[in-house]
């Protein structure tokens, strides 16, 4: 008895629970026999994370060792509600439950860990409260997976690599159905959005709430035994002079830690991402329209900036109800600010928005495209804001950032609140994960962060690839933010064989989220298409109110349905070389039948048809083909 009575007295201070409102999800925190913080996930009884650390370590505090747990506060309800311009839902109402743990390290310095439990999820961060400097060292999360998960990761890229030394853009192939503890094939790691399956429970793992005071994370490329650790941005990830990591003059917060956790369906349902990112920026709602974009580059590359074809893009945008056009580099020394006042008055008369494309680098790669450098501090910012608006000219997509670095996620940050201040809507490329910046700043209506399309135009490689990366992205990259993919031709591509039949390249306008769509297919191309499968594309919905997951496994196959309105549009694609049957539930959309364009018998075919709802919908998707349909 003598033994036991301390440790039975010191299990309160040791060990605490909290549920998630629907009593499914169960997160334990405690401190173990070697005064570490820990914690583990379970639902609905299975385990879907096993003990794993938690903790920091500042160059003023170990914030990860001798740990004794001070206080935890009561458990309360957390509910937020807000809108998205560029999301699977219009109207998001979130709640969780939430828990602050406070604890003190051997020095007696306190910091605390707030805890989320979400029906769809757990979400965590750190403070650490007081005056003076916060300078970041290391993170010791870790989210260790029981044997037998498997795991869906895209590489990190090296810093520095690639073309022009444009690396990390976040523009790898996945590595689909492998083991959980599979190394990283460089030690830059893996991206976020990161996907895992733990017996019936599935989970991505992600980060939010980014302020531009903390550097973007991600899992280190060692993960022996299936437990993954957070990872920080490599060295040459920075602005000239700027910090790699946080370094904070008084209190310090991290990011969110998001776990979505349940079935697949419940994860393809969540906002989580966004559901930890701030609440939104002040923004003219007058200028915040979502939309489809006609877009020359993709196909026609440099030779297509020019005035006269930019004409005939913006033609082509107004023929299909489309209202932006994108000039994409180079167009301050290949049509000039003159013309580009032209086009965007010529645009305007049509009911078409101007974007124009800039070039975010100054020293940090090789890139030539301009306009370049004109975004580095806030007085050229000001200026070359005042001189766009000038022009006529709506939105800037800005390209070729500098990586995950404290000091380039801080640019990101000066950026995006300028712009909101100049109305300016924006688009980045070549750039990191977006991290739930769709909420904070609504203008944000896309970010690339993806091998895209323009990648399936290089080489013929990465053209049979694309069949079932895209398969892929819906339950990654695309789960929580917008994302640049650049989808659809239905046409030739000079050069390369198309993998995909037109049904798989028609259903991604519906399956990719992305606040502006920029479709690839030229006039010509689009020229050649059905008159019923125009007048589809002419009517898609540029913001979207619901989203249903129907059925899907990563990188094979994906069903999915979004309502606008009252209207339901379902989509999916099959990346398998052999058809696919499908039996659908539909019976939530009553006695309707919709209008039913997939594969013809050629690759570049369509046949057109009808499909009645119901509990049993059948359906038969064509190798590498798709679907689109329409329910009024």
Do not use: C
């Amino acid at each position: 008895m003598r033994i036991l009575a301390p440790l039975l007295l010191a299990l309160p201070a040791l060990a605490q629970a909290l549920n998630s409102p629907d009593g499914q999800l169960r997160v334990d925190v405690a401190v173990n026999a070697e005064r570490q913080l820990v914690y583990s996930v379970q639902r609905a009884g299975q385990p879907v994370l096993l003990a794993s650390r938690l903790g920091l370590l500042l160059e003023q505090g170990d914030f990860a060792n001798g740990l004794k747990l001070v206080a935890a506060s009561p458990v309360t309800p957390h509910r937020e509600r807000y809108t998205l311009a560029a999301g699977k839902k219009g109207r998001v109402d979130y709640r969780a439950n939430e828990q602050r743990f406070t604890l003190a390290n051997a020095a007696g310095q306190q910091f605390s860990v707030t805890l989320r439990a979400s029906d769809d999820g757990v979400a965590f961060r750190y403070s650490v409260p007081g005056p003076g400097r916060k300078t970041f060292q290391d993170e010791l999360t870790r989210f260790a997976f029981p044997a037998g998960a498997r795991a869906w990761l895209q590489p990190m890229s090296v810093a520095k690599t690639g073309w022009k030394r444009t690396n990390p853009s976040y523009e790898e192939h996945y590595q689909m159905d492998v083991p959980v503890g599979t190394p990283a094939p460089s030690p830059a790691g893996w991206a976020f959005p990161a996907l895992f399956r733990a017996g019936a429970n599935w989970v991505a793992l992600t980060e939010a709430g980014m302020d531009g005071r903390f550097h973007a994370s991600r899992l280190a490329s060692d993960s022996a035994g299936g437990s993954y650790r957070i990872g920080g941005p490599d060295a040459r990830e920075v602005q000239a002079g700027g910090p790699l990591l946080a370094d904070v003059d008084g209190p310090l917060t991290t990011p969110w830690r998001v776990l979505a956790i349940g079935p697949l369906k419940t994860l393809m349902e969540s906002t989580l991402g966004t559901d930890l990112a701030a609440p939104a920026v002040a923004f003219d709602p007058r200028r915040l329209q979502p939309g489809h974009a006609s877009w020359s580059w993709a196909l026609l590359k440099d030779e297509g900036t020019v005035f006269e074809v930019q004409k005939r893009f913006i033609d082509h945008a107004a023929d299909m109800g489309w209202n932006y056009t994108l000039v994409d580099a180079d167009w301050d020394r290949k049509i000039g600010d003159a013309k580009m006042k032209e086009l965007a008055g010529y645009a305007k008369a049509k009911g078409v928005s101007l974007l124009a494309w800039y070039n975010s680098s100054g020293d940090w790669n090789d890139t030539e495209y301009s306009p370049k450098g004109a975004l580095l501090t806030k007085d050229a910012r000001a200026r070359e804001f005042a001189r766009v608006k000038a022009l006529g000219i709506q939105g800037l997509k800005v390209d070729f950032f500098g990586g995950d670095g404290a000091s380039v996620m801080g640019y990101y940050v000066d950026i995006l609140k300028e712009a909101a201040d100049a109305g300016l809507l924006l688009n980045f490329h070549g750039a990191t994960l977006p991290r739930g910046w769709s909420r904070t700043y609504p203008h944000l209506m896309t970010v690339e962060a993806v091998k895209g399309f323009e990648f399936a135009t290089f080489t013929q490689q990465d053209q049979d690839a694309v069949v079932r990366h895209a398969a892929m992205l819906p339950f990654a990259r695309n789960l929580f933010d917008p994302m640049d993919f650049t989808p659809m031709v239905f046409g030739d591509i000079p050069g390369i064989r198309r993998a995909t039949r037109n049904g798989f390249e028609l259903a991604q306008g519906v399956l990719f989220l992305s606040g502006i769509q920029h479709y690839a297919e030229t006039p010509e191309g689009m020229a050649t298409v059905p008159a019923d499968v125009k007048g589809l594309l002419r009517e898609l919905p540029r913001r979207w109110d619901e989203v249903r997951f129907l059925a899907g496994e990563p990188g094979r196959f994906v069903v999915l349905a979004r309502r606008a309105g009252r209207q339901w549009f379902l989509a999916g694609l099959n990346a398998d070389d052999a058809p696919r049957a499908l039996t659908l539930d539909l019976a939530w959309l009553g006695r309707r039948e919709g209008q039913l364009i997939t594969d013809g018998a050629g690759e570049r075919e369509f046949r057109q048809g009808r499909l009645a709802a119901g509990p049993a919908a059948t359906l038969t998707l064509a190798p590498r083909g798709g679907f689109v349909a329409r329910f009024r």
